[in-house]
């Protein structure tokens, strides 16, 4: 009989061959991945960075940190008082981020990749707690470490959600097996508390008591006395989901006409979804920000074989699952059920844009990984001993270093936003919300030709996004050509009629036109929908003064000066308003408002000075002429008024003097004045 040889407790090598130390591998696919994603430090902000970061009042403003944790009632989104999304935790985290560093976009990368790093460190410890061995543990999260399409949750900093989420949702689910091992009641509550701050973080995470109950099939426990412990998840589950439901109805947006897919064009949304993420996963090349929506045909029978192939793969499993093992199931169950808030069978705000992204599977991916790791392990082992170590070093490290290259290549592609919408519309040329974003960068840099080639390119693409007809308009305009920016700002309000915005845009075109009474027609519009806008107040007053309705455009210069206290024109415009009107007393009072803003405000000066001639009060215009001619000493109309009041005062040496410096600025003095002068 041979002797039984024990194998070695390959756990605890704290010496001999270093390599083989899994505290030392572990260190180096912390290192690898610090250095796959290290372009990231050189990276800016990009897209809604801008929102979630930089220009988030609630970082800056004091009282901010309170408005972050009750922004889950807002009814509507305010940057002044709530967040995009209720993430609390994530906004807690650029919060005190800012009190550190401000906003230098670095630290906030940095952050994301070790909160990566430690993500694939917590997976690496689950999938041992699941009972996979060694090997498979550590390739499958090295994978998850450096795979393409984990990029965008961690060199866009907006995605500190996922990377935070995870650290929480990875942490939670090793708490709950520990506990169910046979650990104190103290892993239990951590794990509860865990799940709670990674709802918190972000609520994608809702699945993870489904999560539980697939863990305890995996390792062939008691789904009941799991799904029992597991009734606390679910609760805090239904609640997160239902606030994060309405908030994407309600602050977010996610609902109306382009959201409204009936319920079979849904199931194969979602089954189209589960195969492009399986694919990418298998295959993540090209990768882009945005790979678009697709044009799903519910007549055509081609539409039905994604969702043909997922009925297959179901019945598979369940006909060959004493031959696959629980592995294959709990994998691509893992993987749907997870996935499953973002796949389409609920609407959320992206769909508008694309039905898939890389940054939505960033928890799920790793179950596919998992699951071709280990087929490719179960393959392995069955060759001979030198071709297996080999064929698995040479597929392991191609596989390995490829991800790292491409990997490292697409953290690029976050540099900038100019960057960001040019590769990804160089990968997905019918993205055209990147040609919109791209046009929208162009048109700030003052290149209007580029811009508009961008924005009809995404009219083109999609002719019912109204926003870009708008994004013409104003290239337009700024191209000096606003007759034809009219007919780009009526089609976008043909297709979103409620954007006062955009009214304001076409009123301002056909002011700059002198179509006075349609510029009127449509600020009237945008005063209505917006009482407080005082620019808006502000241009109407102005082209009603230019029609001479004078009165009409006084109370609207008045509406100005309310809700403008600041605004010297508005004072000044109102004042002048008065004057025409005979309210004499009333033009005073605005004109020394006017100046009282602006003290060096010369027209106001002048104006007030006619007023006080018009009421007798030489003596006071005078003094304000001199004051308008020591700032202005060229003002040849002062100079030729300031001889009038001093003929009028008497002082007829001054009124000389100032009359024959207006003759020089080219104002004649009037012969009857003339004859009373010399005559004298």
Not at 177 to 182: A, F, P
Request: glycine residues 4%.
């Amino acid at each position: 009989m041979k002797p039984k040889l024990r194998k070695p407790d390959t756990n605890k090598h704290t010496g001999g061959n270093i390599l083989k130390s899994r505290v030392f591998q572990v260190a180096v696919l912390a290192l690898v991945i610090f250095i796959v994603f290290s372009g990231t430090i050189r990276n800016g902000f990009v897209w809604d960075d801008d929102y979630y970061i930089y220009r988030n009042p609630l970082l800056t403003e004091p009282g901010g940190l309170a408005k972050i944790w009750k922004s889950y009632y807002a009814p509507s989104f305010d940057p002044q008082q709530n967040t995009p999304q209720y993430y609390p935790l994530v906004f807690t985290t650029f919060y005190l981020e800012h009190k550190l560093w401000g906003f230098n976009p670095a630290p906030y990368h940095i952050i994301n990749v070790l909160l990566h790093i430690a993500d694939t460190i917590l997976l690496l410890m689950v999938l041992q707690k699941l009972g996979i061995s060694w090997y498979v543990s550590l390739i499958t999260a090295a994978l998850f470490g450096i795979h393409p399409t984990q990029v965008e949750s961690v060199a866009w900093a907006t995605e500190r959600k996922n990377v935070l989420a995870g650290l929480f949702y990875f942490g939670a689910i090793l708490s709950f097996l520990h506990y169910q091992d046979g650990a104190k009641i103290r892993y239990y509550l951590a794990s509860l508390l865990l799940f709670v701050c990674a709802l918190l973080s972000k609520t994608a995470t809702v699945m993870l008591p489904v999560v539980l109950v697939l863990a305890a099939y995996l390792k062939d426990r008691s789904i009941r006395k799991t799904t029992f412990y597991a009734v606390p998840f679910f609760a805090f589950s239904a609640a997160a989901g239902l606030v994060t439901l309405t908030l994407e109805h309600t602050m977010v947006g996610a609902s109306g006409a382009e959201w409204n897919f009936p319920l079979w064009q849904r199931i194969l949304i979602v089954s189209h979804s589960i195969w492009f993420y399986i694919g990418k996963i298998l295959w993540p090349h090209p990768i882009s920000f945005l790979y678009g929506q697709w044009d799903i045909n519910l007549h055509s029978s081609t539409a039905y074989l994604p969702l043909i192939a997922v009925l297959t793969v179901i019945a598979a499993l369940v006909i060959f699952r004493k031959n696959l093992g629980r592995l294959p199931a709990f994998s691509l169950a893992y993987f749907v059920i997870v996935a499953a808030p973002a796949l389409g069978f609920i609407s959320f705000y992206m769909m508008r844009y694309t039905f898939v992204a890389d940054h939505f599977i960033y928890l799920a991916s790793w179950s596919i990984m998992l699951l071709v790791v280990s087929a490719a392990a179960w393959f392995f082992n069955r060759l001979p001993l030198n071709p297996k170590i080999v064929a698995r070093s040479f597929v392991t490290a191609g596989v390995l270093v490829g991800c790292s290259a491409l990997t490292a290549y697409e953290v690029q592609k976050f540099k900038n936003l100019p960057t960001l919408w040019q590769r990804t519309i160089a990968v997905s040329p019918g993205a055209w919300l990147a040609h919109n974003n791209l046009g929208v960068i162009y048109a700030a840099q003052g290149q209007y030709a580029k811009a508009l080639e961008h924005y009809k390119t995404t009219i083109e693409l999609n002719p019912d996004y109204a926003t870009a007809y708008n994004n013409t308009g104003v290239a337009l305009v700024l191209m000096g050509q606003p007759a034809k920016a009219l007919d780009y700002y009526k089609k976008a309000l043909e297709l979103k009629s409620d954007d006062a915005d955009w009214i304001y845009n076409l009123a301002a075109a056909y002011a700059k036109l002198e179509k006075n009474n349609e510029a009127i027609e449509y600020f009237r519009k945008v005063v209505q929908m917006k009482p407080d806008d005082s620019v808006a107040w502000n241009n109407l007053a102005v082209c009603l003064s230019k029609i001479n309705r004078v009165s009409e455009a006084a109370e609207a210069y008045r509406k100005v000066t309310e809700l403008d206290p600041k605004h010297a024109e508005a004072h000044y415009n109102l004042a002048v308003s008065y004057q025409m009107l005979g309210r004499l007393d009333d033009a005073v009072e605005y004109f020394k408002k006017a100046l009282a803003i602006r003290p060096n405000y010369l027209e106001a000066k002048y104006r007030l000075a006619l007023v006080y001639r018009q009421q007798g009060k030489l003596t006071d215009a005078a003094k304000l002429l001199q004051s308008a001619l020591e700032q202005e000493p060229e003002f040849a109309q002062a100079n030729y008024d300031l001889g009038l009041v001093y003929f009028g005062l008497g002082q007829y040496e001054n009124a000389k003097l100032y009359f024959r410096i207006a003759e020089n600025q080219g104002i004649p003095t009037p012969e009857e004045i003339r004859q009373s002068l010399y005559g004298k």
